[in-house]
C-alpha cells in the first residue's frame, strides 16, 4: 500500500517571500501521478499541479513548481511571490497509473498561513 | 459547464438518525468517488461507482455505510444510525475514466453528528 507523509503540520510565510512545503512518499510502483491540492477556508478541493512520475522534468503552473526527486521518493512544492489568497491547507496526493487506477492516496496537509 | 455539485453543503444530524449525501458529477462524468475527510486528518477513499455498479467500496466501513449511483439521478452516500464519529467532510469527485484521467471534486458536505 502506498503512504504519503507531509511532515510539516503548519507553516508560515510573508506575503511575497517564497515558501517551500515537504512531501515525501512510499510505493513500489514505477509509473504514478503526484499531485498537490488547495483547500482554502471554503473546503473545496482545489488541484494545483500535477506530476507524472515517468517525465524528468519538473511541473510548473505560474507561482507553484515542484521539486521531484524519484529515488528520493520525494515532491516539494515551491510557493513564489506568495500571495494572501494562497492562505489554505495544502495535500500533497499519490495515484498509481496503472490500467484501472484511481484512488488517491492524501497526506494529512500542512496548513500555510501568509502573513501581510 | 457546471461542476461537480454536492448537496447538501451543511448537514446536522442527531445520532441514531440517517444522512443521506448527494451527488451530481460532472457533465459526461460516469466515474464517481467518494471520500471522506476527518478533522485534522487528509481525505480517505471510501467507494468508487459507476453507473449503477460499485467499483470498489474497500474504504468504506461495512456497517451503516452505503453508496449507489442509479441509471438517473445523483450518486448518494447513505449513513444509518449516525454516531458521533462519522462527523466529517465528505467529498465526491467525478471523472471521464480512470487511470489518467483527472478526478475533479465538489465542495463537499460537513455532517456534524450531535
Known amino acids: 500500500a502506498q503512504t504519503v507523509t507531509q511532515s510539516q503540520p503548519e507553516m508560515s510565510v510573508q506575503e511575497a517571500e517564497t515558501v517551500t512545503l515537504s512531501c515525501t512518499y512510499d510505493?513500489?510502483?514505477?509509473?504514478?501521478?503526484l499531485f498537490w491540492y488547495k483547500q482554502p477556508p471554503s473546503r473545496q478541493m482545489i488541484l494545483v499541479i500535477r506530476?507524472?512520475?515517468?517525465?524528468?522534468q519538473n511541473a510548473t503552473e505560474n507561482r507553484f513548481s515542484v521539486n521531484f526527486q524519484k529515488a528520493a521518493k520525494s515532491f516539494s512544492l515551491k510557493i513564489s511571490d506568495s500571495q494572501l489568497g494562497d492562505t489554505a491547507m495544502y495535500f500533497c496526493?499519490?495515484?498509481?497509473?496503472?490500467?484501472?487506477?484511481?484512488?488517491?492516496?492524501f497526506g494529512k496537509g500542512t496548513k500555510l498561513s501568509v502573513i501581510p | 459547464n457546471a461542476g461537480v455539485m454536492q448537496n447538501p453543503r451543511h448537514l446536522v444530524r442527531r445520532r441514531g438518525q440517517e444522512a443521506r449525501l448527494r451527488c451530481s458529477p460532472m457533465?459526461?462524468?460516469?466515474?464517481v468517488y467518494w471520500y471522506r475527510q476527518l478533522p485534522e486528518e487528509g481525505l480517505k477513499f471510501m467507494v468508487y461507482?459507476?453507473?449503477?455498479?460499485?467499483?470498489?467500496e474497500s474504504g468504506m466501513p461495512k456497517e451503516r455505510f452505503s453508496a449507489e449511483f442509479p441509471k438517473e439521478g445523483p450518486s448518494i452516500l447513505r449513513i444509518q444510525q449516525v454516531v458521533r464519529g462519522d462527523s466529517a467532510a465528505y467529498f465526491c469527485?467525478?471523472?471521464?475514466?480512470?487511470?489518467?484521467?483527472?478526478?475533479?471534486f465538489g465542495p463537499g458536505t460537513r455532517l456534524t453528528v450531535t
Open positions: 461507482l459507476q453507473k449503477e455498479n460499485i467499483i470498489d
Open positions: 506530476q507524472e512520475a515517468y517525465k524528468q
Open positions: 457533465k459526461g462524468h460516469s466515474h
Open positions: 469527485a467525478s471523472s471521464l475514466g480512470t487511470s489518467g484521467y483527472e478526478q475533479y
Open positions: 510505493t513500489s510502483e514505477n509509473n504514478y501521478y
Open positions: 496526493a499519490f495515484r498509481s497509473a496503472g490500467a484501472g487506477s484511481y484512488q488517491l492516496t
